[in-house]
């Protein structure tokens, strides 16, 4: 059985473009949290997608908005933030802002263990929709339906 991706309806930029050339199924609908989840796992599994510009807001000027929504997430059973870009573009400060990239690196990690949510590095906008994919794979195959092939 194929998994039927479950997009935000607030998602600026979907990975829909390579959910059709993949052939995935996809719906849009409001998730209480994150930007992607699983049809009937909307409220144990969903991921958050940041492209560097989104994680710089999110970490400036947006971050009580953002700390609140990773606050809820720690009642999944698994939420992860998905980001589209290199650990090192960080650290060679390849982005606008006047965020130094220690401490863009130090409020990651500590948010990491603060709310036990990994943050993940996957270099690209491809990367992440590749992430989106294979970790909703493992999630199903571990949390899911026993008896859903994948």
């Known amino acids: 059985m194929t998994p039927t991706f479950i997009v935000d309806t607030r ?7 390579v959910f059709d050339r993949l ?14 989840s699983l049809a009937g796992y909307e409220q144990v599994f969903s991921l958050e997608r940041k492209s560097l510009g989104d994680l710089i807001d999110s970490v400036t000027r947006d971050r009580e908005r953002f700390e ?3 606050e809820r ?5 698994y939420f992860a933030v998905i980001i589209e870009c290199s650990f090192f573009d960080i650290v060679n400060h390849n982005y606008i802002s006047q965020i130094a990239p220690n401490t863009l690196l130090s409020i990651i990690f500590h948010w990491n263990v603060k ?8 270099e690209s906008r491809s990367g992440g929709a590749l992430a989106v994919i294979k970790m909703s794979q493992a999630f199903l195959k571990y949390h ?6 994948y």
Do not use: C, M, T, W
């Open 23 to 36: 052939g995935h199924k996809y719906n849009f609908h409001a998730l209480p949290v994150g930007d992607y």
């Open 115 to 122: 709310y036990n949510i990994p943050f993940l590095f996957v």
């Open 73 to 77: 997430a720690k009642a999944y059973k």
């Open 11 to 17: 998602e600026q930029k979907p990975y829909s473009e």
């Open 68 to 70: 609140r929504e990773l």
């Open 144 to 149: 899911g339906d026993e008896n859903a092939e």
